[in-house]
Every structure is written in structure tokens, then in C-alpha cells.
């Protein structure tokens, strides 16, 4: 109805406007505060090409279709902050009990982890488990050079979520804001910081606006990579006070994820998901999920109806360091190459043996060689000689090149920034031989103890390696052959007699 009164109004504006042009009326006088009208409403609408429009996500019970419902159990892992969340849903469940106790509500539940742990699922697995309207953004829709767009959008949301769940006939509303610190940053740390902090009080607003006595209740999550980043007043009781960690999963937690995602794909018998789950420490659920979509792609390629363990593990590299590329290197580059992660290899075999899972000289992505280590497990503390170890293994390439070659290239850049950084942890750890020093050290001091550090351990892989010269050449002989040597392989090549 709304829209056909529109069209004729529009009809009818239109009509007079060419009958007052044609009996010779004169226009120009109303043309510039026309446009400047007209713009502004898109500008403020978000209709322009300039500002982006605002969409945002729902689910509700009609919407199913559009988002697939996610249930908890739709979550591998994360058991604590699963059963942290839920907990603190308890009083949207349990409302009326809730009021009866006179407990205030919760307003904002922060989430907070590494990228692709599955905050957003948590978000919409508390939609469905609630019954609740689900209404999702990012903090980067609310955030326009426009002053006062920002704002109006955050009331646009909380007056939407509400509006909805009453068309809905549902009593709570989900509002779920993705990357929050863009939006909730510190205020008065951005350039054009009126634009940001208008929109963040209002969000501040907002939430305080959220009352027990309203007929739907309204609960805002929001996701953070960054939870360092938000404005205290975010965080202090009343507004987001509840903060889930949503970390990294641990072994167990892979395999749970694995476990998941493997439920429509056709495993051939005997695969092992433990050892992918033991071999993907640092893994997110992300990437797990993209780790099963790969095998997949990769049994498909050869022509095959189910997953083998040797696609499973071709996708773990896949995931970590990208598709093979078809770079083809020069013979000397592909040689230095080879040297250099047979040295790393066994380095790392002299540290750790049975560490190697593979080396390569398959490019990838960015990388011209790598190896693959077997993680030991989940490993949150680290010795100092675990430490020390680490930084061998970075510096073993470049010394094995040194070795070989008289020189270095530039090939180790990367094992150089992690020796760096791994120095660095050493320092601040106290486990250096400056022992403990506070945090604003001298830029100078932390870079020279870190360059002697990793000189000591310069010269010590240089001892070792100086030893297996004749190891490093066979080694290296057979990956140049084969491309690609198994854990295995290699292992056998050392217990060879003819070890130099
Ligand atoms: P970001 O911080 O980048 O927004 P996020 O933590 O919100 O990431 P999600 O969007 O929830 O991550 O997860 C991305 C995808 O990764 C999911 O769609 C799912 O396929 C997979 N995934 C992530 N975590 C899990 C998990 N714990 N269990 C099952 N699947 C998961």
C-alpha cells in the first residue's frame, strides 16, 4: 500500500512539475537547495556510492533458509568458553526466574580469540539455542566519514532487533557485532576521532538503554581479535561483562573439529584424523575445516571416491603455506635450496630426533623449500633450551649454505625475523644473560643481546654441521632427485653407515 500511495505521489509531483515548466515557470532558483536536500537523505540513508549501504544478516525462525541453523553441538572444541557462554545465557532462558531474582540482565557478552576460532558460531548457536532473533554487523559498517551516520546506524540495529522480535512474537533479540574494536577502540586514538566516538557512545547508550521490564530482551555479542584495543567503558559492569576466550583449540579439540567436518566427506578406511589433529598444533577451526575442503579437492583431482591420509597430510602443507607454485628455479638456486633445508632438517634431528615429518623443495606460495616438523603436542611454556634449540633450527639453513657455498643469500630472511623474535622472547622471558629486565629495555641493549644470542647459536649449528658435511651432500643429493624426502627417508639416510 505504502509503496503504490509512493508511485503515485511521485506520478502526480512529476506531472505538475512538466505543466508549471511548459506555462513557463523558472526552476534555477530551486535547483541548489534541491540537490543539497536530496543528498543529504542518501548521504544519511547510506545510498550513495560514497557510503556503503547497511545490510545486516538475520536469522529468525524465517529465515533459516538464508543462514544455516548452527547449534553448539556444531562446535568442536572449546568446551570452557562453550560452557562459559551458555551459562550466561541462562538468563535469557531463564527470564522470568532471572527477573523474579531481581538480577539485572546481561547486557554484552565479549568474545574474544585468534581469527577463525569460531566466535561467530558461538553468536548464532546462542541465536538458536535461545529462540532468539540473531541481527549480525561488523564494526566497520558503523564506522563512515560521515558524522553521525555511525550512530544512527547503531540505533538502526537495536531499534530492528527489537521491531523484529516483536513481528516475530519471539522475547529476546541476538545483536552480534563482528571486529567491535573498530568501532569500540580506545576513544580519542582515532584521526577522525569525533566520527568514532560518537558512534561509540552511542553504542554505550544503547546498551545502557537495555531493561529487564522491556517485552524482548536484547543481549549484544561482540567478537574481538583485539580485546586490548576497547574502551574501558566497554568492559566495565553493566555493559560487556562477561569476556569468553575463544582460544586456539587444543588436540583434542581438533579432532573434535576434524571429526565434524569430516561427517560428509567419504574417509577411506584406516585414516587416521588423530594424526592430522596431532600434527596441527596452532590449527584454527578455520583452517581445519579448509584442511578436510583441500583433501577433498585433492581426492577429486586424482580421480578417487575417498579421502586418503596422505591427501589429509598433502592439505595440512596446503593450508599452512598455499598452493604449489609452478615456479621453476635455476639449477644452482633449486641446489641452494636444498642445502639449505637439509640443513634445517637436520639440525632439527639433532635436537629433537624423529622431528622431521618431511622436507620439500616444492615451492609453495612464498616459500622456495620448507620442512615439516612432527609437533610434539600442545606446547604453551617453553625452557630456555627449548628456546636455544628453536633458534638453531631457524639459523641451520643459512649455515648450511655458508658452509656449501662460502656465503649466504637471502633465502633466510624469514628464519631470521623467527630467530628474532624468538631471541626476543628469550629476553623478556628473563632467560637471557641480561636475566630480568623490564619491559621499556633500551631498543639498543635488546638489539645487541639478541644479535650475540643468535651469534652463539650461529657458531654452535656451525660446529655441528661442519661435522656432517659429507651427510648434508647425500642428503641433499637424494632431495634434489626426489623432490621431496619422507621423516622416514631422511632418518634412514642418517643411520646410514657412512655418516661424515
Ligand atoms: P573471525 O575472528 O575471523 O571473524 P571467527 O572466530 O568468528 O573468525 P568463525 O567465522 O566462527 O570464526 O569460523 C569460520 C569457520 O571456521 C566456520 O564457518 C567453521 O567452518 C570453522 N570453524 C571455526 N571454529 C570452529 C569450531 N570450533 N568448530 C567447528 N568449526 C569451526
Same mark, same amino acid.
Do not use: C, W
Given at each position: 500500500m505504502d509503496k503504490w500511495l509512493k508511485e503515485v505521489g511521485l506520478g502526480v509531483a512529476l506531472a505538475l512539475v512538466v505543466l508549471a515548466f511548459r506555462s513557463g515557470f523558472d526552476f534555477s532558483i530551486f535547483l541548489l537547495p534541491i540537490s543539497l536536500i536530496a543528498l543529504g537523505i542518501l548521504v544519511i540513508s547510506g545510498r550513495t556510492g560514497m557510503t556503503p549501504r547497511f545490510s545486516l544478516n538475520t536469522l529468525g525462525s524465517n529465515d533459516d533458509s538464508k543462514i544455516p541453523a548452527v547449534t553448539f553441538a556444531d562446535i568442536g572444541g572449546q568446551e570452557m568458553a562453550k560452557r562459559e557462554f551458555l551459562e550466561a545465557l541462562s538468563f535469557l532462558t531463564e527470564s522470568s526466574r532471572t527477573r523474579a531474582l531481581g538480577i539485572r540482565p546481561l547486557k554484552g557478552v565479549l568474545l574474544t580469540g585468534p581469527p577463525g576460532t569460531g566466535? +561467530?558460531?558461538?553468536?548464532? @548457536? &546462542?541465536?538458536?539455542? +535461545?529462540?532468539?532473533? =540473531?541481527?549480525?554487523?561488523?564494526?566497520?559498517? =558503523?564506522?563512515?566519514?560521515? &558524522?553521525?551516520?555511525? @550512530?544512527? *546506524?547503531?540505533?538502526?540495529?537495536?531499534?530492528? &532487533? *527489537?521491531?523484529?522480535?516483536? *513481528?516475530?512474537?519471539?522475547?529476546? &533479540?541476538?545483536?552480534?557485532?563482528?571486529?567491535?574494536?573498530?568501532?569500540? /577502540?580506545?576513544?580519542?586514538?582515532?584521526?577522525?576521532?569525533?566520527?568514532?566516538?560518537? +558512534? %561509540?557512545?552511542?553504542?554505550?547508550?544503547?546498551?545502557?538503554?537495555?531493561?529487564?521490564?522491556?517485552?524482548?530482551?536484547?543481549?549484544?555479542?561482540? /567478537?574481538?581479535?583485539?580485546?586490548?584495543?576497547?574502551?574501558? /567503558? %566497554?568492559?566495565?559492569?553493566?555493559?560487556?561483562?562477561?569476556i569468553v576466550k575463544v582460544d586456539l583449540p587444543d588436540k583434542a579439540g581438533r579432532l573434535h573439529i576434524l571429526k565434524i567436518h569430516a561427517v560428509n566427506k567419504p574417509l577411506e578406511p584406516g585414516v587416521k584424523l588423530e594424526d592430522i589433529a596431532q600434527e596441527t598444533a596452532g590449527f584454527s577451526g578455520a583452517h581445519l575445516e579448509s584442511l578436510l575442503n583441500e583433501a577433498a579437492i585433492g581426492a577429486l583431482r586424482q580421480g578417487r571416491d575417498c579421502i586418503s591420509q596422505q591427501d589429509l597430510s598433502e592439505a595440512i602443507e596446503k593450508v599452512m603455506l598455499g598452493e604449489k607454485s609452478h615456479r621453476s628455479l635455476q639449477k644452482e638456486e633449486r641446489e641452494r635450496v636444498a642445502f639449505h633445508e637439509v640443513g634445517h632438517a637436520l639440525l632439527s634431528e639433532h635436537v629433537r630426533p624423529g622431528s622431521v615429518a618431511s622436507i620439500t623443495i616444492a615451492s609453495r606460495s612464498q616459500a622456495l623449500g620448507y620442512i615439516r616438523q612432527n609437533p610434539k603436542g600442545d606446547q604453551y611454556l617453553y625452557t630456555r633450551d627449548q628456546l636455544v634449540e628453536a633458534i638453531q633450527i631457524c639459523v641451520a639453513g643459512a649455515v648450511s649454505e655458508e658452509l656449501i657455498y662460502g656465503q649466504r643469500s637471502t633465502g633466510a630472511v624469514g628464519d631470521i625475523e623467527q630467530a628474532t623474535e624468538l631471541a626476543k622472547r628469550m629476553v623478556f622471558a628473563g632467560l637471557s644473560p641480561l636475566g630480568i629486565v623490564s619491559t621499556d629495555l633500551s631498543g639498543d641493549i635488546l638489539h645487541k643481546t639478541i644479535a650475540q644470542i643468535i651469534r652463539e647459536q650461529e657458531e654452535s649449528v656451525r660446529s655441528h654441521l661442519q661435522e656432517k658435511l659429507g651427510l648434508i651432500r647425500r642428503v641433499t643429493a637424494r632431495l634434489l632427485e626426489e623432490e621431496s624426502l619422507t621423516g622416514e627417508v631422511l632418518r634412514a639416510l642418517m643411520g646410514a653407515k657412512q655418516v661424515s
Open positions: 566466535k +561467530t558460531l558461538m553468536a548464532k @548457536a &546462542a541465536a538458536n539455542y +535461545t529462540g532468539s532473533v =540473531f541481527l549480525a554487523a561488523s564494526g566497520s559498517q =558503523f564506522v563512515q566519514m560521515y &558524522a553521525g551516520v555511525g @550512530a544512527s *546506524r547503531v540505533r538502526q540495529i537495536f531499534k530492528q &532487533a *527489537r521491531n523484529m522480535a516483536e *513481528r516475530e512474537g519471539k522475547s529476546s &533479540a541476538i545483536i552480534f557485532i563482528d571486529e567491535i574494536d573498530v568501532l569500540g /577502540a580506545k576513544r580519542g586514538k582515532n584521526v577522525s576521532h569525533m566520527e568514532y566516538d560518537q +558512534t %561509540l557512545n552511542e553504542l554505550l547508550t544503547q546498551i545502557d538503554g537495555i531493561r529487564s521490564e522491556h517485552p524482548v530482551q536484547l543481549l549484544v555479542v561482540g /567478537a574481538t581479535n583485539r580485546s586490548d584495543l576497547l574502551d574501558p /567503558a %566497554l568492559l566495565r559492569p553493566g555493559r560487556f561483562d562477561r
